[in-house]
């Protein structure tokens, strides 16, 4: 411990040697405890000061450990706890049919986020390997916190969920930083700027103004410039529509226990024809001036393809040149094998479709069940019912030309998540097409953290996203992540919006993770050499 551990040392560095100083149990409590406030960071919430406070607290771990398996029990504790409580909501999805799935909850709480604290068990462990005594180590554990962060959305089909960059999405005008950067680049900043304030301050032996104002510099001048681009960028680009384009978004907040109940399925599949033909304040217009409807993830309870009367319900709905986009599963038997998709689909005014989209990312437990043979005879089976495991659409992503639309990009569900993977570069969209089913989660943090990633997305990729949701959110969002209509979290309402003009490639989107990799690689390189 510091010899200026005493009564006359200045507070933060006798926190400093506290934390360093402890083992056992009250080290793991501690981390687990530091992780787990780190959600406040992030949606619904946006509190992001707390990371000054929590993160540093990694630092002084990494510290304290005796050597890299010491620093990585205490990075996994951290990890644990931030991941529980950034994805709890995940249990929700086990009691849409308690009676069968209920004994899975406390695993899937459990194991999942044990499984990706993995990834910052290994960051730290690896830091502690090159750690240095200085500021200089914040440095090191920015590099390599980002670059684990972008493995734990790659391995495994990836889940990067809560990505420490999106720390530094918000308020809006911060979201335009995604723009340039992407957020798994932005966990360089997010780290340095979160980390160094109290690091500086506790390495120091004597508070001087000076230091004070460096630790508030270090911590306010990113901040400042990021948000005055931030600010530029929203004023330098005023909204501007696609002409002939009026879209028609319906969220029916049809509860999950009922979706796929058979004596439902006629009452579901009227409810969308219904809620298609009155506007947003809930008066019947038979979608005059409406072009195209867009209904969520699986709206309808059936396989439309085999039901030609949905079919021709759906033709008699729409006006003279009008379309409907919608969620909705299909199947395929080829060489004896059914396949099933979960797909979007689009119908002209005849009921005929005219384009699909097949779902690539598909989520696992959800949508198919890894290692299905031992699985089964396990007992174990998917979430979700009928058709058996899906199968996988086909890469590269292609754009879907509908007619009255640019071309646009499908997005089904999770898939908006994965920063870089949402669109082809060779064949960028105009506009991308988000369809989900957010009734799974229930009155969580989860779809709220869905839909604001979202809009993330649309501001790294320089896109349109027109969300349609079952229960929650539903919206249009701009390039820029500004709103252009919102149905809430359970609401069951109408979003009518025109469509807004994508802009060009970002800097983001022309780089991907050259980015990272390049800010990566020079405070690695500046890491060794002021430490040589």
């Not at 000054?52 to 990585?72: H, K, M, N, Q």
């Not at 349109?464 to 992540?481: C, E, H, K, T």
């Not at 003009?501 to 020079?522: D, Q, S």
Request: with cysteine; aromatic share 12%; charged share 15%.
């Amino acid at each position: 411990m510091s010899a200026y551990a005493g009564a006359d040392a200045p507070v933060l560095q006798r926190l400093r040697d506290k934390v360093r100083a402890l083992s056992g149990w009250r080290r793991a409590v501690l981390a687990f405890a530091s992780g787990s406030l780190c959600v406040f960071a992030f949606a619904p919430f946006h509190a992001f000061p707390v990371l000054f406070l929590t993160l540093p607290v990694l630092v002084w771990l990494i510290d304290g450990a005796r050597d890299p398996r010491d620093a990585a029990i205490a990075g996994w504790w951290y990890g644990f706890g931030y991941f529980l409580f950034n994805l709890f909501w995940i249990g929700e999805a086990f009691l849409v049919e308690a009676e069968k799935f209920a004994w899975l909850l406390p695993f899937a709480v459990t194991m999942l986020p044990a499984g990706i604290a993995l990834f910052w068990a290994g960051a730290s462990a690896l830091c502690k390997r090159f750690w240095s005594a200085d500021w200089r180590r914040v440095v090191l554990l920015a590099a390599v916190m980002a670059v684990v962060e972008w493995l734990r959305g790659h391995i495994l089909t990836g889940l990067p969920w809560n990505v420490l960059g999106y720390a530094l999405t918000y308020p809006l005008e911060l979201m335009q930083s995604a723009a340039l950067f992407g957020v798994y680049a932005l966990s360089i900043p997010a780290v340095l700027i979160f980390t160094l304030p109290l690091v500086l301050l506790s390495d120091s032996e004597r508070t001087s103004a000076r230091l004070r104002m460096t630790a508030a510099a270090v911590a306010l001048v990113p901040l400042l410039v990021l948000y005055a681009y931030g600010a530029w960028r929203l004023g330098a680009h005023p909204v501007r529509d696609v002409p002939g384009v009026q879209l028609r978004i319906v969220q029916p907040s049809v509860p999950q226990r009922e979706k796929w109940q058979p004596d439902k399925q006629r009452e579901i599949f009227a409810l969308h024809l219904e809620m298609s033909g009155r506007d947003a304040a809930g008066r019947p217009d038979d979608l005059k001036g409406v072009t195209h409807v867009i209904w969520p993830e699986a709206a309808m309870p059936f396989l439309p393809l085999e039901h030609p009367e949905a079919l021709q319900a759906i033709g008699q709905m729409l006006p003279a040149g009008a379309t409907l986009i919608s969620g909705a599963l299909r199947r395929e038997v080829s060489d004896g094998r059914q396949k099933g998709y979960n797909s979007i689909m689009a119908f002209n005014d005849e009921g005929r479709l005219i384009a699909t989209y097949d779902k690539i990312h598909l989520v696992p437990f959800g949508e198919y069940l890894p290692f299905e043979p031992v699985l089964t005879a396990l007992g174990l089976s998917k979430l979700t019912r009928g058709l058996g495991s899906f199968d996988t659409g086909w890469l590269p992503r292609k754009v879907i030309n509908i007619p009255g639309l640019p071309p646009v990009g499908g997005l089904i569900c999770y898939e908006v998540l994965f920063p870089g993977a949402v669109i082809d570069d060779g064949n960028r969209p105009q506009a991308l097409i988000n369809v989900t089913n957010d009734g799974w989660f229930g009155d969580t943090s989860g779809p709220r953290q869905h839909f604001y990633q979202t809009r993330v997305r649309a501001v790294e990729e320089g896109l349109p996203i027109v969300r349609a949701a079952n229960n929650g959110i539903s919206a249009v969002i701009d390039p820029l992540g500004r709103l252009r209509g919102l149905a809430g979290l359970n609401q069951k309402a109408v979003v009518d919006a025109p469509l807004p003009e994508a802009l060009g490639p970002t800097p983001y989107g022309a780089f991907r993770g050259g980015i990272l990799l390049a800010m990566a690689l020079i405070l690695l390189l500046m890491y060794r050499f002021r430490q040589g």
